[in-house]
Structures are given as structure tokens and as C-alpha cells.
């Protein structure tokens, strides 16, 4: 398992995800959003997001993800 930041081409808030893989994590969300979303007549496609890969080793120091 691999953490992944996804975030949103169109703006708005990212999201931390534990996934297999970049598409995992990705498709994790947009099932997320589409079921609590307000708006019936707007529905996320895979292709609204993106997703970089967290390397832990790599931070500096101890950090809350949020």
C-alpha cells in the first residue's frame, strides 16, 4: 500500500488516500464524492483528478494529515 495525495483539477480540496495505486486512490474518490455529492446533475469522472505519491521517508519531520 502507497499513500497518494488526490487532488482535483477544477479547485477545491485535496484528499489522503491509502491505495494499492495511483488509479485506486483516484477511483476511491471519485466514488466518494459522486455518493456525497449535493448536485445530481454533476458526476466526477477519474479524469477530474490527480494524484501524487507521499513518500514518508522522504518528510522531514513527524506531520498531521488531515
Known amino acids: 500500500m502507497k499513500i ?3 487532488i482535483p483539477n477544477f479547485g477545491g480540496p485535496s484528499h489522503v488516500v491509502i491505495a494499492n495505486n495511483e488509479r ?3 477511483g476511491m ?3 466518494y464524492v ?6 445530481s446533475f ?3 469522472m477519474m479524469s477530474d483528478f490527480y494524484a ?3 513518500h514518508v521517508d522522504s518528510l ?3 506531520m ?3
Open 4 to 6: 497518494y495525495e488526490v
Open 24 to 26: 485506486q486512490a483516484i
Open 29 to 31: 474518490i471519485v466514488d
Open 34 to 39: 459522486n455518493l456525497h455529492s449535493n448536485n
Open 42 to 44: 454533476c458526476h466526477y
Open 52 to 54: 501524487n505519491e507521499i
Open 60 to 62: 522531514p519531520e513527524p
Open 64 to 66: 498531521i494529515i488531515s
